[in-house]
């Protein structure tokens, strides 16, 4: 009896050990594809924003990460991009970053 117990704490042990890597091994990879995803969207010209930002998709085993660009014009020279990174991975929760574009304001030449 006491043998079967110890025998069923190490299994649930085991169990907790494996859901918590592959949640960490979950969130090494949303975060190394949201960094990635967030550099290319400082790194693109203001005026292609709309047109070169599409969704993309990463494979990485049975994971699948999905980034996500929301452009939200605020005027005529600010827009937020909103970088949204959702992983196929049960209970995970999508997590967002939010990058302010300005247009480039070059000065005024003093007359």
Do not use: E, W
Not at 53 to 59: Q, Y
Not at 86 to 99: F, L, M
């Amino acid at each position: 009896m006491i043998f079967s117990v110890v025998v069923l704490g190490l299994a649930g042990l085991a169990f907790q050990i494996a859901r918590r890597s592959t949640t960490a091994t979950n969130q090494t990879l949303n975060l190394a594809a949201q960094l990635a995803a967030a550099d290319r969207a400082t790194t693109v010209p203001y005026d292609s924003l709309t047109a070169l930002l599409a969704p993309d998709t990463i494979l990485s085993g049975p994971m699948r990460v999905v980034v996500r660009y929301v452009i939200d014009s605020l005027s005529a020279v600010r827009k937020d991009v909103r970088v949204i990174t959702t992983t196929t991975v049960a209970g995970s929760r999508p997590d967002t970053i939010v990058i302010q574009r300005g247009r480039i304001r070059y000065p005024i030449p003093l007359k």
